[in-house]
């Protein structure tokens, strides 16, 4: 027992880092995005949202994480211990692989959108290159792979929380597929045709 002890506490450290990483990545390219000049746009974007907005939803989403952080009251066999260690730490690493991938291939492109909308910039490029060859959002389909992974990896209420409002990312999706049609045309449309959107190798 005290090796599968070791093995997931091992394995939930293990996941700090690269969560910490991606927050800092997505920081610090929001603030570049913020030096950059809006272009086109569609719906309500998050620089028209009131400040007030995010600080009174992101108290109340960090307070309910910290809450949530304690195991769900589920008690598995040490082979299902293993097992969702294994598969946990798997998925997990492979989703965060394509959110770094996905940020490092949109460079100076990246920018945030939000459910309400999402806007582009004054000299925005279609973005082509890397994970985006196989999946039209490859940060959120990492995303919701991390997602899943990070629930059978640390099993608290936190993280069936954040997994329960992950399909939000298929309306922020929409919100941006629908102004880079209106940006980009025919060039988007035939990307489109031929890159499925959430899941690599799926119509």
């Not at 260690?85 to 939000?114: C, D, H, K, P, Q």
């Not at 025919?186 to 890159?195: G, P």
Request: charged share 15%; net charge positive.
């Amino acid at each position: 027992m005290a090796r599968i002890d070791r093995a997931e506490k091992a394995a939930r450290l293990t996941g700090i880092v690269p969560a910490a990483a991606a927050s800092a990545m997505a920081l610090r390219g929001l603030a570049a995005a913020r030096q950059q000049p809006v272009g086109r746009t569609t719906g309500t974007p998050y620089r028209r949202i009131p400040l007030i907005v995010y600080l009174v939803a992101g108290s109340i989403y960090t307070g309910l994480s910290v809450k949530g952080w304690r195991p769900v009251p589920v008690r598995l066999p040490t082979w299902a211990r293993c097992l969702c260690t294994v598969a946990g730490l798997s998925l997990y690493s492979a989703g965060m692989g394509f959110v770094f991938s996905g940020r490092l291939a949109l460079g100076r492109m990246y920018n945030l959108s939000s459910a309400t909308g999402a806007e582009l910039f004054a000299n925005h490029q279609l973005v082509t290159t890397g994970p985006f060859r196989w999946v039209r959002h490859p940060m959120y389909f990492g995303a919701l792979l991390a997602g899943a992974g990070a629930l059978l990896l640390y099993r608290t209420w936190t993280m069936v929380f954040i997994c329960l409002h992950l399909p939000v990312f298929c309306i922020r999706a929409r919100r941006e597929e629908e102004v880079l049609e209106q940006e980009f045309g025919d060039e988007w449309r035939k990307y489109r045709a031929q890159v499925p959107a959430g899941v690599p190798g799926l119509p």
